[in-house]
């Protein structure tokens, strides 16, 4: 079965860099397109990036363009997230997700469990 | 501020049929057939319920329906059970190829 584990969250000083990390199992990893997704305590759900199945097209919410950069290794079975200038804002469950169908990552299903990241001094 | 409006709650009885709106523009919603809905339970990641407007993955109940008319999408559950208590999220397509959720609706069954 499609299993999604994402990793690396945790607590975070203000300006300090972190990398999520969301290892894949149970499906061809390199024929999907996959997302990362936040929610920030008691609020609700952010779109952050999407990357294609190849790696080669990757589109971000304008609030993380610029400091997050999403990508991918088919070769381990791994979607990343580099978050750079960490700021209060960005404390957050960060979900990782995986598109639907081949055709079209638009819409996506399952997702992993999350992983916290905390920003604070 | 959610670019995809949606009501903060609505509520009803079991056995019933609530629906549930999700408002954007004609640069989102209204101008693509890539509107999804997601459920989401407390503590629990969310779960796909519709996609491309009013398709539903294998294994969701077919007591989850969705359309589109115009600039605003809606999600209906008719048959309402206590299991469907929840909070619910539309998200679209956007001109910039980058996706928008909705502010979330928590569906409260009575």
């Known amino acids: 079965q499609v299993q999604l584990v994402e990793s690396g969250g945790g607590v975070v000083q203000p300006g300090r860099s972190l990398r999520l990390s969301c290892a894949a199992s149970?499906?061809?990893?390199?024929?999907?397109?996959m997302h990362w997704v936040r929610q920030a305590p008691g609020k609700g759900l952010e779109w952050v990036a999407v990357?294609?199945?190849?790696?080669?097209?990757?589109y971000y919410a304008d609030s993380v363009k610029g400091r997050f950069t999403i990508s991918r290794d088919n070769s381990k079975n791994t979607l990343y997230l580099q978050i750079n200038s960490l700021r209060a804002e960005d404390t957050a469950v960060y979900y990782c997700?995986?598109?639907?169908?081949?055709?079209?990552?638009?819409?996506?299903?399952?997702w992993g469990q999350g992983t916290l990241v905390t920003v604070s001094s | 501020q959610s670019a995809l409006t949606q009501p903060a709650s609505v509520s009803g009885s079991p056995g019933q049929s609530i629906t549930i709106s999700c408002t954007g523009t004609s640069s989102d919603v209204g101008g693509y057939n890539y509107v999804s809905w997601y459920q989401q339970h407390p503590g629990k990641a969310p779960k796909l319920m519709i996609y491309?407007?009013?398709s539903r993955p294998s294994g969701v109940s077919n007591r989850f329906s969705a359309s589109k008319s115009g600039n605003t999408a809606s999600l209906t559950i008719s048959g309402l059970q206590a299991e469907d208590e929840a909070d619910y999220y539309c998200?679209?397509?956007?001109?910039?190829?980058?996706?928008?959720f909705g502010g979330g609706t928590k569906l409260t069954v009575l």
């Open positions: 998200t679209s397509y956007t001109t910039s190829s980058t996706l928008e």
């Open positions: 997700a995986k598109a639907l169908v081949v055709v079209s990552p638009w819409w996506f299903d399952p």
């Open positions: 491309e407007v009013s």
């Open positions: 990357i294609w199945s190849d790696g080669n097209n990757k």
């Open positions: 149970g499906f061809t990893f390199s024929n999907y397109g």
